[in-house]
């Protein structure tokens, strides 16, 4: 999360889902960082099974719930609003959880995921990714406002981890 929070600026939440097997912070650290320094607070599962969206749910509420605890470090610092992303696996959780009530937009990398009406979608992969066309017809029946972005040559495992942000790929 960003450090320090803004006064007077309810901060956007992302819930985040690793790729199967991923675990740990090394791997997308640089993707939470990110969010971070632009004022997004993001929670991550770091489980080998967060395709149901489960995690990306739990993650949601849990912030809210500190939104509204006092003492939390985030008491009343955190905006209602959520976004939901992962890699692989974890994009696909992210499209079952974008339908919880309080997201708003859906980032599935290297997923296709479903979007709804009520999201904003951005479908990000590589064109030697697993399935970029998937991608291309998610936006295409997309019901709402909708974005693909391709990375030329990028592909499922390094362009969308850490090697590949160390690669500067």
């Known amino acids: 999360y960003p450090e320090p929070f803004e006064a007077d600026c309810p901060h956007p939440i992302v819930a985040w889902g690793n790729g199967t097997g991923v675990t740990g912070p090394a791997v997308y650290e640089?993707?939470?960082?990110?969010?971070a320094s632009w004022g997004i607070v993001v929670i991550a599962a770091h489980d080998s099974n967060t395709g149901s969206g489960n995690y990306h749910r739990a993650g949601i509420d849990y912030l809210l719930e500190q939104n509204a605890t006092s003492g939390s470090e985030f008491f009343g610092k955190l905006s209602d609003r959520a976004g939901v992303t992962g890699h692989s696996q974890?994009?696909?959780?992210?499209?079952?959880?974008?339908?919880?009530?309080n997201v708003r937009a859906l980032v599935p990398v290297g997923a296709s995921g479903r979007p709804l009406a009520t999201?904003?979608?951005?479908?990000?992969?590589?064109?030697?990714?697993?399935?970029?066309?998937?991608c291309r017809t998610a936006v295409q029946g997309a019901p709402g406002p909708a974005m693909a972005a391709i990375w030329e040559g990028g592909d499922h495992v390094v362009t969308e981890t850490v090697a590949g942000f160390l690669a500067r790929d």
């Open 119 to 134: 999201t904003a979608f951005l479908c990000l992969t590589g064109t030697e990714d697993i399935a970029p066309d998937a």
């Open 30 to 35: 640089f993707f939470n960082r990110n969010a």
């Open 90 to 101: 974890g994009g696909f959780g992210a499209s079952q959880a974008a339908s919880h009530s």
